[in-house]
């Protein structure tokens, strides 16, 4: 049985400053961390602290029950390091953000650069559906039942990515019809 008490009190800690960060800048605009790191997609601290502690945990139960297999725990293992390693990176640099400058008023993208973002992202949707297809065709015409598995989780992840391409075309759509009529 492995012994993360180390683990554990260093996330105690960390779990203390990100309070103590939350509080004093309060929810963020966007996500923290991208949500293949931590899937709350929170805009504090502390729930990714709970998710960190959470990975932890399933560590922990998995191995207890000793259905903890080499793959399972280099998995768990590489995310854990990672969600902390990414906290750790955001409470470091908070003394040096606490000293940029804050735009004064509310900052307003021109209406041309929207235009340009929306360009961009209906490239990327075409290059998104254009994979789609093509790891659906290498899926059906795949014999081998664990190369099959990886191109669908592969699948999966680009039909995710077109799926957010979409929303934020979406979005950026309704910015700018609302810009136009407004302006």
Same mark, same amino acid.
């Given at each position: 049985?492995?012994?993360?008490?180390?683990? /554990?009190?260093?996330?105690?800690? #960390?779990?203390?400053?990100?309070?103590? +960060?939350? $509080?004093?800048?309060?929810? %963020? @605009?966007?996500?923290?961390?991208?949500?293949?790191?931590?899937?709350?997609?929170?805009?504090?601290?502390?729930?990714?602290?709970?998710?960190?502690?959470?990975?932890?945990?399933?560590?922990?139960?998995?191995?207890?029950?000793?259905?903890?297999?080499?793959?399972?725990? /280099?998995?768990?293992?590489?995310? #854990?390091?990672?969600?902390?390693?990414? +906290?750790? $990176?955001?409470?470091?640099? %908070? @003394?040096?953000?606490?000293?940029?400058?804050?735009?004064?008023?509310?900052?307003?993208?021109?209406?041309?650069?929207?235009?340009?973002?929306?360009?961009?992202?209906?490239?990327?949707?075409?290059?998104?559906?254009?994979?789609?297809?093509?790891?659906?065709?290498?899926?059906?015409?795949?014999?081998?039942?664990?190369?099959?598995?990886?191109?669908?989780?592969?699948?999966?992840?680009?039909?995710? @990515?077109?799926?957010?391409?979409?929303?934020?075309?979406?979005?950026?759509?309704?910015?700018?019809?609302?810009?136009?009529?407004?302006?």
């Amino acid at each position: 049985m492995t012994n993360f008490t180390s683990i /554990e009190i260093m996330l105690e800690q #960390l779990g203390k400053t990100a309070a103590e +960060i939350d $509080r004093r800048r309060g929810e %963020q @605009r966007l996500p923290l961390f991208d949500e293949r790191l931590f899937g709350c997609r929170s805009r504090y601290l502390v729930p990714c602290i709970n998710e960190a502690k959470a990975t932890l945990g399933s560590i922990q139960r998995e191995e207890k029950a000793n259905i903890l297999t080499a793959q399972r725990a /280099e998995y768990l293992t590489q995310m #854990l390091v990672a969600q902390i390693e990414a +906290i750790q $990176r955001e409470v470091a640099t %908070q @003394r040096i953000r606490s000293n940029e400058p804050r735009p004064k008023g509310s900052y307003k993208k021109p209406i041309s650069d929207m235009y340009q973002d929306l360009a961009q992202h209906q490239e990327w949707e075409r290059r998104l559906a254009q994979m789609v297809n093509d790891q659906e065709l290498a899926i059906n015409q795949c014999h081998s039942f664990s190369q099959q598995q990886d191109l669908q989780q592969k699948l999966l992840a680009t039909e995710k @990515r077109l799926q957010r391409c979409k929303e934020a075309m979406i979005r950026l759509e309704q910015q700018i019809t609302y810009r136009e009529q407004h302006d």
